[in-house]
């Protein structure tokens, strides 16, 4: 199993930055893309960004693009989410999850994060 934890969420105002975190523990040799995803109250959970493991492949969601920068540091098992011009929109909780195969689902998600950005 994999556990992961989210950190770094908080109440900021519109065009603040922020960074989140994703500790990853357990079998984390096993990671073959780690994701980050969104929920906003009363919306489906959205998907935002994700790396692979063992590269520096990444991918976003047109929403954040050019915005928001995911990045890993696999010496310390951890995935950040750096978001910069945030926007009201971008308030929601905040999930990493990881893909244990190419195809495979998101078997291993965290806590949560909530992030809510002010107008």
């Known amino acids: 199993q994999v556990q992961l934890v989210e950190s770094g969420g908080g109440l900021v105002q519109a065009g603040d930055s922020l960074r989140l975190s994703c500790a990853a523990s357990?079998?984390?040799?096993?990671?073959?893309?780690l994701g980050w995803f969104r929920q906003a109250p009363g919306k489906e959970r959205e998907f935002v960004a994700t790396?692979?493991?063992?590269?520096?492949?990444?991918y976003y969601s047109d929403s954040v693009k050019g915005r928001f920068t995911i990045s890993r540091d696999t010496g310390k098992n951890t995935v950040y989410l750096q978001m910069h011009s945030l926007r009201p929109e971008d308030t929601a909780i905040y999930y990493c999850?990881?893909?244990?195969?190419?195809?495979?689902?998101?078997?291993?998600w965290g806590q949560g994060t909530q992030v809510t950005v002010s107008s």
């Open positions: 790396t692979r493991w063992s590269s520096n492949s990444t």
């Open positions: 999850a990881t893909q244990q195969t190419a195809y495979g689902r998101y078997e291993y």
């Open positions: 357990g079998r984390t040799f096993s990671i073959y893309v």
